[in-house]
């Protein structure tokens, strides 16, 4: 037999050096597998230890919130018991990793969920005319450091099906002072997925940007708003808050995801001219309508399709900075002091892709005014658009936005042609503080171009 | 003589071929057992036997709030570094910090209560899914076993394991 082996062709050996080859390395796994096994074994009962362990401590968490409870004598929901039990400290186990989720119920006290947000920005200007200040900047200045918007949010749940939320500003305004406003409070009940209504002041639901980052920085991509999603008190040409009632909920319809808002209500607007003029326009708004529907087809996660309708009826009545009563103003010139009501319609349409570390928002509005009289008509039309994508920690933005107002619009008349890119970058330092930096370059009807440079440190709490 | 060492390597390299085929089969699991599905689970109470990917998404996004029932649904989900995260984040096409971001921003919103009961183990996962008549969850199949009060919901028709089967 060997004599035959010696006399084979040395390439016929070869193949069944290979199968032997591989049968040998695979046996060898098979014998390494069977000796995993083993630890395997023992791994498998360290982890029924760890579990009894675990249902131990449950058991003792439980005797403990029951000597609580009748301790208190307080007649709370399951909910909120429950709440409590995982926001209590013996409720992470020993064998928790360092970062184990505790954030999430360290923001429940109570039964009351609470989160804050915060913001301390430096921003530079090159042009040092004046310019509308807003969130503490000092128009005019070099560049100065200011604090923003300070925010902070309560919830809780009242019963199985209804809840209450509210959101308190700190707003910085001229010479470091701080305005306190209610941008929220709800009271909600929710039927179910197809009804949901909330009663009290909200941030109105004209379009995607207000709904998704409401006030806190720390939620937003870029250093600031959008100008035309800004909200109303710091320039924003739409009527942003609102008090009056709210349903939301899905429309059966399959893959189309499709989603409904009606909103009714009054959002008595006071905006301040961004052109720096220190007037403000008293909208003295009647109550309004919005309806708006929006698309997250299943096809497409992330994606979403949608629009809006507001109506309301709104004065021009222009006031002075200390709220003495000019009239209306057009073309920059002040005429007597009696306002003219006016119709507005607010058209928005969006569409949004957020996924796989993608954010791309574009939202598209016109605004109609109409002289209820009868008179000139002027529409004003913005977008923006804005493109992210996170690599790691690093989030690089760009967006470019557009605001076209007529001058001779006594609504809109400081705002005329505006338009230009942003460039930034957000860092993730962790899971609470994010570093932002943005270079702005923003063109004006009339006026020398704007360049800006912002610095943000934003953060949750 | 040439014709026959042609066609006793051909042999060979056919015997070669075949025993290593052969061993392979052994050595390589099934594909589903090497896709390593992850099962959805639900209080054993619930009404629910089977859900669509879509919804089961939209139940993890805070979009999908209650059940045909009206049950308010309860996310339960486990803690970072587990392979239920993973797939959790796979299926939301999230990063971890996106996912820490989007949950704070969805309760700050007013479009969640409060952010998912995370759980560092399968034992408090069963334990919270006991609690709530409403619980969701993903936990490894392996750990459902006889005895265990879970209740395995299908997934798209199908249950771990199954081909078809969305979840891994």
């Known amino acids: 037999m060997w004599g035959r082996l010696g006399r084979m062709d040395r390439s016929a050996l070869l193949p069944l050096v290979v199968a032997f080859l591989v049968l040998a390395s695979l046996a060898s796994g098979q014998s390494a597998d069977s000796e995993n096994q083993k630890d395997i074994s023992s791994l498998q009962q360290q982890i029924k230890d760890l579990q009894q362990h675990d249902r131990e401590l449950q058991e003792r968490i439980k005797a403990l919130e029951a000597k609580q409870k009748q301790a208190d004598q307080k007649d709370q929901t399951e909910v909120r018991q429950t709440n409590q039990e995982t926001a209590s400290p013996p409720a992470q186990p020993p064998a928790a990793p360092a970062d184990a989720e505790v954030s999430p119920d360290l923001h429940i006290f109570r039964g009351i969920q609470w989160r804050g947000f915060a913001e301390v920005d430096y921003k530079v200007l090159n042009q040092h005319t004046a310019e509308l200040g807003t969130y503490g900047f000092v128009p005019g200045s070099s560049g100065n450091f200011y604090i923003g918007d300070f925010d902070l949010f309560l919830a809780s749940r009242l019963t199985g099906r209804s809840s209450v ?3 308190i500003d700190f707003e910085e305004q001229d010479a470091q002072a701080f305005k306190v ?18 009663f009290g002041r909200n941030q109105t639901y004209i379009g995607y940007y207000n709904w998704a980052f409401r006030s806190a920085s720390w939620l937003q991509t870029t250093a600031d708003r959008p100008l035309v999603m800004e909200y109303s008190s710091n320039g924003g040409i739409l009527p942003t808050q609102a008090v009056g009632i709210l349903a939301t909920g899905s429309i059966p319809s399959g893959k189309f995801g499709l989603n409904y808002v009606a909103e009714y209500g009054s959002a008595d607007t006071i905006r ?6 220190g007037l403000l326009n008293d909208e003295n708004n009647g109550n309004y309508v919005n309806l708006g529907f929006f698309l997250t087809p ?3 996660p992330g994606l979403r399709i949608g629009g ?16 003495a009563t000019i009239g209306t103003q057009a073309g920059g010139t002040n005429v007597p002091p009696e306002s003219e009501r006016w119709n507005q319609t607010i058209v928005n349409g969006h569409v949004v892709y957020i996924a796989h570390g993608i954010e791309f928002l574009n939202e598209g509005f016109l ?5 209820i009289g009868g008179g000139e008509i002027f529409n004003t039309s913005a977008f923006y658009s804005q493109f992210s994508r996170a690599f790691g920690a690093i ?5 470019y936005q557009y605001v076209n107002a007529s001058l001779e619009n006594p609504i809109y008349d400081d705002v005329g042609l505006r338009y230009g890119p942003s460039f930034g970058a957000r860092y993730d330092a962790n899971d609470y503080i994010a570093l932002k930096v943005q270079l702005d370059r923003l063109a004006r009807r009339g006026l020398p171009d704007l360049s800006g440079l912002h610095f943000q440190l934003s953060g949750t709490f | 003589m040439r014709k026959r060492t042609v066609r006793g390597e051909s042999i060979h390299w056919l015997c070669s071929i075949l025993m290593v085929c052969m061993a392979a089969s052994l050595s390589v699991p099934s594909a589903s057992a090497q896709r390593k599905d992850i099962a959805v689970v639900v209080n054993p109470n619930s009404s629910v036997t089977n859900i669509s990917f879509a919804d089961l998404r939209k139940c993890f996004l805070g979009e999908k709030r209650t059940w045909p029932g009206g049950a308010p649904v309860k996310l339960i989900v486990r803690a970072p570094g587990s392979r239920e995260r993973i797939i959790l984040l796979r299926i939301l096409a999230m990063s971890e910090s996106e996912y820490k971001q989007y949950w704070a921003a969805q309760v700050f919103r007013g479009e969640a209560d409060a952010e998912p009961f995370t759980m560092p183990s399968f034992g408090m996962v069963k ?8 619980a969701i969850s993903l936990v490894d199949p392996a750990e459902v076993k006889p005895g265990v009060e879970l209740k395995v919901i299908k997934v798209e028709g199908h249950l771990p394991g199954e081909d078809g089967y969305p979840v891994h």
């Open chain 1, 165 to 167: 939320l509210a959101e």
């Open chain 1, 181 to 198: 406003d209610l941008r929220r409070m709800l009271f909600k009940y929710e039927l179910n997925d197809h009804l949901k209504l909330s």
């Open chain 1, 272 to 277: 301040p001219d961004i052109n720096g003029d």
């Open chain 1, 298 to 300: 299943d096809r497409i």
């Open chain 1, 308 to 323: 809006s309708i507001y109506h309301d009826q709104i004065s021009d009545l222009v006031l002075t900075a200390n709220g």
């Open chain 1, 367 to 371: 605004i109609r005014h109409a002289p």
């Open chain 1, 395 to 399: 989030r690089p933005f760009i967006r």
């Open chain 2, 127 to 134: 334990e919270a899914i006991k609690v709530f008549p409403g």
